[in-house]
């Protein structure tokens, strides 16, 4: 088992679990019958093989690590449940169903799954809710799980259910836990000596656009939690802000950026709790280089430079900010050293969790904000198309609020996953990217004729405060 993944582990509470949930919805292909989904169950009830990690258990003991069970080992009823909703079911009652389901902790007596498939929305549609541990998947290998399972030909039938079908290359289970990534991992002086440049600069460049671990102020973001979670969605088009990307000359990723933090910003203002300081985002890194299970993540540490009143200078402070990390992150040997980046950064707020200590300190930063890559083509299963895909993410003591953007299908799914307790009235930052992004539209437009080129507005660097 992975350093990084045995940490997801090591750190969840009993009320307080590492899970990650997928929640997607389709449309019934033209050709449905009205018992579509219960047929659609009904089958995979009867799907008993189980490719890895849905026949995992964490082996009992101190050190955490998988044990392989036998099909007669698992109990697939329990597993795999069929729900509905009153008609017809819109996205609020499908939220709030969502956070009831993603606030339960996995069972670890058993494999740490659960997919529920639930009737009853409003357009003739159904969802699936799928949960599973950080300990065993990401992002991207959420990705990798459904590009595998599904098919882009919307006439492919008798389709496998999603735990039957393994990843193209999986990690063995057993060995030292401590396997990846470590120093030791890291075989070259120059690859290590690098590795410590990094971590150095993180800490202590004089650029005012360096965000370093540790040093972001303390917000209502980054206190301690209650068990009950919730979550938000937005949609965006892809194409939107691809084009507010190429204007100004920065990346995606930098417009996701800023359009949260002006959400955060607003957000923060209401509440009469803004600090001066800029606020802090972990920005993951994929390093999957195959399918394996597992995580294979790294993060940079960006500022949001929510103490900057105007939508575009905070976008250009933003990327000015992205580009020092990447920049630091690039000068790695790939793979290896940036993976162990990635964990030495996290590695003393995973021990602040587990020992029950996050939360009363300064965070390593403020909050979680994933950009991920999904497929580009409408996905089907058995003729029903995949329309949405929402990614619902974990938070910790000290990290009561997490935001991940995935593409697909030329669209923008955010999903806004917060403690209910401790970030109240969390859909208004969902609703206040909304509000950013067409306020960073409109601020563009106007500023482009005058300070635009080619390459994007070219404004200064500067922080108007609130």
């Not at 540790?214 to 965006?236: E, V, Y």
């Not at 109240?424 to 509000?435: D, H, K, L, N, Y």
């Amino acid at each position: 088992m992975k350093l990084g993944d045995a940490g997801f582990l090591v750190a969840e509470k009993s009320d307080r679990g590492a899970q990650v949930s997928m929640l997607t919805r389709w449309s019934l292909p033209s050709d449905a019958k009205e018992s579509y989904v219960r047929d659609l169950v009904a089958r995979w009830s009867e799907c008993r093989n189980f490719a890895p990690p849905f026949n995992l258990r964490v082996k009992p003991g101190l050190v955490p690590d998988w044990e392989t069970l036998n099909p007669d080992q698992i109990d697939l009823d329990y597993h795999l449940r069929h729900s509905a909703l009153p008609k017809p079911g819109g996205e609020r009652e499908l939220g709030i169903l969502a956070s009831r389901l993603h606030s339960t902790p996995l069972d670890r007596r058993r494999p740490l799954w659960e997919m529920h498939v639930i009737e009853g929305l409003e357009n003739n549609e159904f969802a699936i809710f799928f949960k599973l541990h950080h300990a065993q998947i990401d992002g991207m290998g959420a990705i990798r799980l459904l590009e595998r399972v599904l098919s882009p030909n919307p006439d492919t039938r008798d389709m496998p259910a999603f735990w039957e079908v393994p990843p193209k290359t999986v990690e063995k289970s057993g060995g030292s836990w401590l396997r990846l990534p470590k120093l030791s991992d890291v075989n070259k002086v120059a690859d290590a000596a690098k590795l410590a440049k990094a971590l150095f600069e993180l800490q202590t460049s004089g650029d005012p656009g360096n965000a370093a671990a540790f040093a972001s102020p303390k917000t209502i973001f980054n206190g301690r939690l209650q068990a009950s979670r919730r979550i938000a969605t937005q949609c965006f088009e892809v194409a939107r802000l691809s084009r507010l990307a190429k204007t100004a000359g920065v990346s995606l990723n930098d417009v996701v950026l800023s359009i949260c933090a002006g959400a955060l910003r607003d957000y923060l203002l209401e509440r009469s709790e803004l600090p001066e300081k800029s606020l802090t985002a972990g920005v993951p890194v994929s390093v999957r280089a195959d399918e394996s299970m597992g995580n294979a993540i790294s993060f940079i540490i960006a500022k949001l430079h929510t103490e900057i009143a105007d939508p575009v200078e905070r976008l250009m402070a933003i990327h000015h900010s992205t580009t020092l990390a990447k920049d630091r992150f690039k000068g790695l040997p790939s793979g290896m050293a940036q993976e162990a980046l990635g964990t030495l950064v996290m590695g003393p707020y995973i021990g602040q969790v587990a020992l029950n200590l996050a939360g009363r300190s300064a965070p390593v930063y403020n909050l979680v904000i994933s950009n991920v890559p999904g497929p580009r083509e409408f996905l089907y299963l058995n003729g029903a198309r995949m329309e949405v895909f929402y990614p619902i993410s974990m938070i910790f003591d000290g990290q009561a609020l997490n935001i991940t953007f995935l593409s697909y299908a030329g669209r923008y799914a955010a999903c806004f996953t917060a403690c209910r307790d401790t970030v109240p009235s969390m859909q208004r930052i969902a609703v206040g990217t909304g509000e950013a992004l067409e306020e960073l539209e409109q601020a563009i437009e106007k500023r482009a004729p005058a300070e635009g080129s080619r390459s994007g507005p070219r404004v200064r660097n500067t922080s108007t405060r609130k």
